[in-house]
């Protein structure tokens, strides 16, 4: 690949940014698809932010620099920038003649073609992400009817008790297991995997933040 880059690194929390755990590996990511070519990498950005979170200093940072030298954002995967399309867009319209090259995936073209397909990648990642956060609460409103949870229900005896949490568990898991198994498959460390759910807003059954080892529940049930 040949001309001038400007890559973009983001990771989602402090430690991870002190620890380097992740940016070595977009890092990575970016110096192999790049190399092969007569290219120049003449600045790197790195944030520390949430995905959730539009106020991106550093990515601000980025997109100048594209539009004053005309170089290329180069971004090592398309959720690094975020799975909110509106947002997606607007960094792509932002880059100005340049456009964005993300490394997972190689075989888009560059200019308008390009750009709608990404578009239309981002639209059903902000689906699937809206499905999940859907279902998700359901099935927890689930589990507290039958467990009797709402204010002046009845409360169950033992046997229907348990019975309703093993439901609820397995609806849980038949929704985001899927999920979780992917980002495991594609190399995710357990504690990888509940930082991205976290932050992609996806709770645990219980509304809290995930663990690595609520994580590793979940892969063992999604597999049961």
Known sequence: ???RF???????T????????????QRDAVTAHLNGGAWTLIAEYVEVESGKNDARPELAKALARCKLTGATLIVAKLD?????QAFLMNVY?????????????????PGPVGKFIVQQMAAV??????????????ALAASKKQLGGYRGGPVPDAAKATEARQEAADAFAADVGPMAAELRAAGRSLRQIAAELTEQGVRT???????????RRLLERHAA
């Open 1 to 3: 690949m040949d001309g």
């Open 6 to 12: 400007v890559s973009y690194l983001r990771v989602s």
């Open 14 to 25: 402090d430690r991870q940014g002190k620890s380097g755990l992740g940016i070595d590996a």
């Open 80 to 84: 690094r920038l975020s799975r909110n």
């Open 93 to 109: 319209e932002g880059t100005g003649e340049g456009g964005v090259v993300f490394c997972d995936l190689p075989t888009i073209p």
């Open 125 to 138: 990642a902000e689906l699937e992400r809206g499905l999940i956060s859907q279902r998700t609460k359901a």
């Open 205 to 215: 059954p219980r509304g809290g933040a995930w663990s690595a080892d609520a994580v």
